[in-house]
């Protein structure tokens, strides 16, 4: 078990560069057993989720290397289509690995996900797209067991734009008989980074990015070596760190335009943005003002996975703000710990009500959640005081080497063994 302990009140200065995206990442290593060839992914973050994924590919019968912070992936063995109940528990992403392993072996089994602390999480929308492409699907205690003849290609149409269910459906799609034209699909720059990935292999994918996905089936796919887009979430989440701390830092590897309204919504704080092909400038004073509304949407909206951190840069803020998190149930689990800091915000539902208090004081909180447990982290590197962080492998399946890149901008942060 880890800590970190923090010296609040510090401004950042310098640059950081982002990290690949988790949320491609994670989709890839699913795609990467769609061809029998080897496949390597470059600058993979060492975060647990990927250790985790990796698992779950031996598990398959995959043989899968760490040379550096490459990924190398040799499935030609993988035999086993079925995913054990303690790694889809782990990673509830890995249910994209059902498209993959339908196209390859026509076969799937794994535990149902379950929910986990920001929602219920369900995944009616992935199952009932397989349905479309021919797959059997029978649910029992808990278990799913998908099987197909073949996969055919077919129109679908997705109720709401689910990332996941999205990313399955390429998975299964990208090598069904015929043409699979997806209606109503996820928009995130993690759907294109997929798009590429699966066309390197010689896949036939286009419209990812927009609402409307046309997947031709192939044969077969080759192997690829693949570079992923860079992860936008964590790039935001240093800039909502400068503004929270005052200071000017730059973020590299990450185009402005794939933040949604981040941006926008930070200059309405007070902060000076500027921002040149994939390098971001963020200068902020430190003493923000509220934002009066913020509200999650489906990308290009604003990013549900930088809710927590700005809930916590408006906790310190002087104003009032309305947070409105309209994609998962119950993604407030970090609020009670800000409180622990000073803060007032009040939780009804979907709404949190924040009553900026100017500065929040250091305590000892404990993480949650991935995102919450970055935002309770920004909430301590801004507050007055020392604040000690409980629970990081929270932090530690999305964010690499976390306290190691906000020390070198100027931060007093420290990990401890506890
Ligand atoms: C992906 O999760 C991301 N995870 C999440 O990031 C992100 O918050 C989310 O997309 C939304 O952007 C990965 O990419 C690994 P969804 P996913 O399916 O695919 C409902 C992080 O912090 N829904 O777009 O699970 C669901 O309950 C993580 O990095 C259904 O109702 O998200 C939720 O309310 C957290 N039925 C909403 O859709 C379904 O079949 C959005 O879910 C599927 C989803």
Do not use: W
């Not at 989709?27 to 496949?39: D, G």
């Not at 390859?104 to 397989?130: E, K, Q, V």
């Not at 981040?262 to 934002?291: A, F, Q, W």
């Amino acid at each position: 078990m880890d800590k970190f302990v923090i010296g609040g009140g510090r401004k950042l200065y310098g640059s950081v560069r982002a990290q690949s995206a988790k949320n491609s990442v994670l989709p890839l290593l699913a795609a990467s057993i769609l061809t029998e060839n080897t496949v390597v992914i470059r600058e993979t973050p060492p975060i647990t989720d990927v250790a985790s994924m990796a698992e779950i590919l031996r598990g398959l019968g995959a043989e899968v290397r760490f040379c550096g912070e490459d990924v190398v992936i040799d499935s030609a063995h993988a035999a086993n289509h079925s995913i054990p109940s303690s790694l889809t528990r782990e990673l509830r992403s890995s249910v994209f690995m059902l498209g993959s392993l339908l196209s390859r072996f026509h076969r799937a089994a794994c535990a149902y996900p379950g929910g986990c602390d920001i929602g219920l999480r369900p995944i009616d929308l992935h199952l009932n797209a397989l349905k479309r492409l021919g797959v059997k699907i029978r649910e029992r205690d808990g278990f799913i067991a998908c099987e197909c003849e073949t996969l055919r290609g077919n129109e679908i149409v997705l109720d709401f734009p689910s990332v996941g269910a999205t990313e399955n459906i390429l998975l299964a799609a990208v090598k069904a008989e015929g043409t699979t034209v997806l209606y109503g699909a996820a928009k995130e720059p993690e759907i294109v980074d997929l798009q590429n990935f699966l066309n390197a292999m010689g896949a036939r994918v286009q419209g990812a990015g927009t609402d409307v996905i046309g997947i031709e089936g192939v044969k077969c796919l080759r192997g690829v070596e693949y570079t992923p887009v860079k992860d936008r979430i964590e790039a935001g989440s240093f800039l909502i760190a400068c503004a929270i701390c005052g200071g000017e830092i730059e973020v590299s590897g990450v185009d402005g335009k794939s933040l949604g309204l981040l941006l926008h919504k930070l200059r309405e704080n007070g902060c000076k943005i500027h921002t040149k092909n994939d390098k971001i400038k963020i200068t902020s004073g430190g003493r923000l003002k509220c934002n009066r509304r913020i509200e999650t949407m489906p990308y290009p909206g604003f990013p549900t996975d930088l809710q927590a951190q700005v809930t916590a840069l408006n906790a310190g803020a002087s104003g009032d703000s309305l947070i409105v998190e309209n994609l998962f149930e119950t993604r407030y689990k970090y609020v009670p710990e800000l409180i622990k800091m000073g803060a007032d915000i009040e939780v009804r539902g979907r709404n949190a009500f924040v009553r900026g208090v100017g500065k929040l004081h250091g305590a000892t909180v404990s993480c949650g959640d991935l995102r919450g447990g970055a935002a309770l982290i920004l909430a301590a590197l801004g507050a007055e005081g020392v604040s000690e962080v409980l629970d990081l492998s929270h932090v530690d399946r999305g964010y690499a080497g976390f306290e190691r890149k906000l020390a070198a901008l100027g931060a007093d942060i420290r990990r401890v063994r506890i």
